[in-house]
């Protein structure tokens, strides 16, 4: 699968890089009642993430740079935060682990709670940073306004359609979704 983020900047966060990632893996969704995502520890997803950098005339069909890098979305197992039981979602730039996000996982959403690396630690996110809500249908929009650690961030998502999207694997039908982050900076992905 690829993935495409557009940041104002080279240094594209770990959050924008997660919300890429579950927009990505949101065409895994299973039958109701199941989670939407697979949640068994060791599957894992493969991506090709192209970041890109807007010319400087901010016209997002002509980037100023690409960059193409493999990234791999894995289940890494669980951990126990204030007696609460996570998934480990482990997102790795080729082998080397970038870091891990602390989410839950239901028929009706995904759920951010928290991210770790080796740098910081535990950062808390409060509330649950919404990745993913359903229905799974043009319109439905969610935002998250609230901190990571100490940061206040505001992001507005949207399921903007589903598209037919051919890759090495098949073809696939897939969901776009659309977001946009005005704090701390802003940025956009799809």
């Given at each position: ?101 602390l ?14 690396d ?37 992001q ?35």
């Amino acid at each position: 699968a690829e993935a495409i983020e557009l940041s104002p900047q080279h240094d594209v966060s770990s959050k924008m890089k997660l919300a890429v990632a579950i927009a990505a893996l949101a065409p895994l969704i299973c039958v109701a009642g199941e989670p939407l995502i697979p949640i068994a520890p060791g599957t894992a997803w493969n991506y090709e993430l192209l970041v890109e950098t807007p010319s400087k005339n901010h016209d997002l069909t002509e980037p100023d740079d690409e960059q193409s890098a493999p990234v791999t979305y894995r289940i890494g197992g669980t951990e126990t935060i204030d007696n609460k039981q996570f998934l480990r979602l482990q997102i790795l730039h080729g082998d080397l682990l970038e870091s891990t996000d602390l989410i839950s996982v239901n028929d009706h959403e995904i759920l951010c709670s928290a991210r770790a690396d080796d740098k910081t630690g535990i950062t808390k996110i409060n509330p649950p940073q919404p990745m993913v809500l359903s229905p799974f249908r043009a319109g439905t929009n969610w935002k998250f306004d609230g901190t990571i650690g100490d940061t206040k961030v505001a992001q507005r998502y949207e399921i903007i359609g589903a598209e037919d999207v051919e890759l090495p694997a098949g073809k696939f039908r897939a969901w776009r979704i659309h977001c946009d982050q005005t704090a701390p900076t802003r940025g956009t992905i799809d």
